[in-house]
């Protein structure tokens, strides 16, 4: 990107997680070295008020003299401003004193952590709270472990926690209790060892009408706290436990009020593909598609109308489950190098590497049950995106190919690992997946693969309990081809995985 349109865009920045910058939608690498971007961002998480130099030097770098300390932050700070892109405005991103510094408040920027520590919840609107829940890709600075890093990554962990409670309370109070459940398993990950969020799993299935996942959750929940913690589940857990057993009817729900109108929430930057049609949002088609069904059963639509086509695109993290399983870590959902922890089915991105043979794989699963089930499908096609992986060791992509499998056997993105639930390590050919590929691509750098999927998305919508989705694996490349895989948690949500779909009534 020329320097006159990096100007024109503005600078999206996402601290929570794995860092990334975008000027527009194109990524930008970190400012370094570290304590440069660990300047910039202690700036942009005290961006309200000025910071006094003094406190900049004695926070970042506490272990030299108060003489060295303010020369490193004169130097950190010129190479900061150097790697920064352009202000659109004109106006420097960062305001300067003899005695302060503060990253401009009115700078043309999106920061991820701004939308989670002014959020809102009791009168925010549907897509806002999407938006904030989907801004949350993991902790805060992920590969950075400064004193001061930690105790942010805790306060807003704990502000995440919170707000994800709150949501859990409203979808449940509104009805929406599949929401809920999705909700509740998001907040499970990111703090696997509270018995909470077990109960309200429970609570839900039972709800729902599913008592066997209920008492799953259960027997879970008994386990984890067993093992972990030496200890057993809470009377509170063991008496819904009993109730969910014994069929006991639960309480009914309190209604929630309707949430107060507010202004809309600035968005992280999309991604449009050149040549490729716009993505309807599926809560919106099929709000559409309702609202016209209740018409022409009142007899005010016209019966053809019925018959047209509807097109929804299906992805991000309400609809799409996705995860990375990979040798390594062949026992464990999670990176145990990793001092967060995170669960791989919340990375941004993941690997598809080959050594010889496939080494890991990429399982994603669409979500179809907010579909009409009477719906025929005309059409479905799987799109998910690859990017180039570089680095020293490999300064230029390799070329490959990458096959895509239907998933035979049921598993879960947060629990599901290279030897767990399958029938043997990496899954088994003809048991956990069907070893009749459904696509294949050969490329040699980032791209989009598509593969049309239109028979299995009318089987899955037919037999929700065939829907195990999809694998991906590379099955050709040289030794040591290895790429990027976009994931539903990728920040641009034009570049997650997604299922697009036609069908009529």
Same mark, same amino acid.
Request: with cysteine.
């Given at each position: 990107m020329n320097e006159h349109r990096r100007r024109s865009q503005m600078l999206h920045i996402h601290l929570l997680g794995i860092p990334q910058i975008f000027a527009g939608d194109e990524p930008l690498p970190l400012p370094a070295p570290a304590k440069a971007f660990l300047l910039w961002a202690y700036l942009l998480l005290r961006r309200a008020h000025p910071v006094p130099r003094e406190q900049l030097t004695y926070v970042i770098w506490s272990d030299v003299s108060e003489s060295e300390a303010r020369a490193n932050l004169r130097r950190h700070l010129h190479l900061l401003r150097k790697q920064l892109p352009a202000p659109p405005q004109d106006a420097d991103w960062i305001l300067a004193t003899r005695s302060t510094l503060q990253w401009n408040p009115d700078g043309a920027y999106w920061l991820d952590v701004a939308l989670l520590d002014r959020f809102v919840g009791e009168t925010a609107s549907e897509e806002e709270w999407t938006a904030v829940v989907d801004c949350y890709r993991g902790d805060l600075l992920a590969g950075f472990y400064d004193d001061w890093v930690l105790t942010e990554r805790e306060r807003l962990?704990?502000?995440?926690?919170?707000?994800?409670? +709150?949501?859990?309370?409203? +979808?449940?109070?509104?009805?929406?209790?599949? /929401?809920?459940?999705? &909700? &509740?398993?998001? *907040? @499970?990950?990111?703090? %696997?060892?509270?018995?909470? %969020?077990?109960?309200? @799993?429970?609570?839900?299935?039972?709800?729902? /009408?599913?008592?066997?996942?209920?008492?799953?959750?259960?027997?879970?929940?008994?386990?984890?706290?067993?093992?972990? *913690?030496? &200890?057993? %589940?809470? %009377?509170?857990?063991?008496? @819904?436990?009993?109730?969910i057993r014994d069929g006991v009817a639960l309480e009914p729900v309190t209604p929630a009020p309707s949430p107060a109108k507010s202004p809309p929430v600035p968005a992280p930057p999309l991604h449009q593909p050149a040549n490729r049609r716009p993505r309807w949002l599926l809560v919106g088609a099929l709000l559409l598609l309702l609202s016209l069904v209740g018409l022409f059963t009142a007899g005010v639509l016209p019966p053809n109308l019925a018959l047209q086509p509807i097109t929804v695109s299906i992805s991000g993290p309400d609809a799409v489950q996705d995860t990375w399983i990979d040798k390594e870590n062949s026992d464990l959902p999670y990176d145990p190098d990793e001092p967060g922890q995170i669960l791989k089915a919340f990375y941004p991105q993941v690997h598809l590497m080959f050594f010889g043979y496939p080494y890991d794989r990429v399982l994603v699963r669409f979500d179809l049950t907010q579909l009409p089930s009477d719906a025929k499908v005309r059409q479905a096609v799987f799109d998910i995106h690859l990017a180039d992986y570089i680095n020293e060791d490999l300064p230029e992509p390799l070329p490959a190919t990458v096959s895509i499998f239907r998933i035979l056997r049921p598993w879960q993105a947060e629990a599901a690992t290279f030897n767990f639930p399958w029938s043997q390590p990496g899954l088994a050919a003809g048991v956990d997946y069907d070893e009749r590929p459904l696509g294949s691509h050969s490329f040699h750098s980032g791209t989009w693969i598509s593969v049309d999927v239109t028979d299995l998305a009318q089987e899955w919508l037919a037999h929700p309990d065939r829907n195990q989705g999809l694998m991906l694996m590379l099955t050709e490349a040289p030794q040591g081809a290895h790429y990027w895989v976009d994931t539903t948690d990728y920040p641009i949500p034009n570049r997650r995985p997604r299922l697009d779909l036609t069908y009529t009534r």
């Open positions: 962990r704990q502000r995440y926690i919170h707000l994800l409670e +709150q949501r859990i309370a409203l +979808q449940k109070a509104g009805g929406d209790l599949r /929401g809920a459940i999705h &909700t &509740t398993q998001r *907040l @499970l990950a990111r703090d %696997p060892l509270r018995e909470e %969020p077990y109960r309200y @799993l429970m609570e839900l299935y039972y709800r729902v /009408g599913d008592r066997a996942a209920a008492l799953r959750e259960f027997e879970r929940c008994q386990t984890l706290l067993r093992v972990e *913690l030496e &200890t057993e %589940p809470m %009377p509170e857990t063991l008496s @819904l436990r009993d109730a």
